[in-house]
């Protein structure tokens, strides 16, 4: 029996650890209600897909049911609502989270070699390939 | 073999060499607020309970630099930072509270069993104030100046070994 319990509560121990820790308040008034202007909350649902939640990391705030994404959600969609354009709503939040927050990534001055680096791998293998078929054709040309 | 054909070998090696380190570390969870070294935005929250005033940006002017302390009676290493934070208290800090998604009978029964180091406590029922400050979790400390500028953040709870850093850092801001 003990052991049995000793197992349960292994099992359990990462439940109780403090990052799963929750509040029992109700959600924002916008966590989980849609705006009534359709084009406003089409707007609002865009830029949830491409904030993070700052709490689970791997979502973004339109995905997670984190109370903290849920208040994320307000935040989009009250500030929506009050007249901001979602590129204001964006830049509220990375001016206080910096680029994290970002769920889709932008060309910064630390995030560059991420798009560059592909672009430059894509150019090398086409001068590569180019220079083969090119001696290849002349190869044959000598042979003909 | 010319060495040259090596090199998507070595490239590959070094990536995967990459990757398989990353993942015996542990995941970096602590997200800097870039509100440092900035202005405390404008906010006013409602008492946390009855019996104590609120907080707002205004309170943080003048006197002393101050303490702004983020957390929530369902956080556990909140529990964990309290006596840190009544140290803090009698070396003369004034602490103001603001707590997270919480009822005030929970924030009513979190003082009374681990004691009540704050001179107010404003209720932050839909993360208001966590989202303007830059905060992604609960507890979080800042140092406010008194001019109400945000001089220093603190992610996580504050151990017995952070109490000195802070009153350090409450100096350098006064």
Redesign the interface.
Known sequence: MRVIIAFLALIAAPL????L?????PP??YAYTQLDDPVLEAEATALMETLRC??C?SQSIADSDA??AG??R??VRSRLLAGESPDQVRDW??????D?VSYEPTVSATTWPLFAIPVLLLLIVGAVLLRRLGRRSSDSEMGA | MRPVYLIPLALFLFFAGVAGYQLTQPKQ?N?????IERELPEFSLEPALEGMPGASRADFIGGKPKLLNIW?S????CIAEAPHLERLKQEGVEIIGVA????PEAVEGFLARYGNPYSRIGAD????L?????A??VPETYVIDAEGNIRYQHIGDIRENHVEMLLEKLEEAA
């Open positions: 109780a650890s403090p990052t820790a929750q509040s029992s308040m924002a008034p700052l709490k990391q109370p903290m208040d994320m307000h935040q939040l990375t001016q206080r989270y910096g994290y | 969870v997200i800097p607020s870039q509100m929530a369902w956080c556990v290493p997270v998604r919480d009822r029922d839909i993360s208001e966590m989202l303007e400050i830059g992604s979790g």
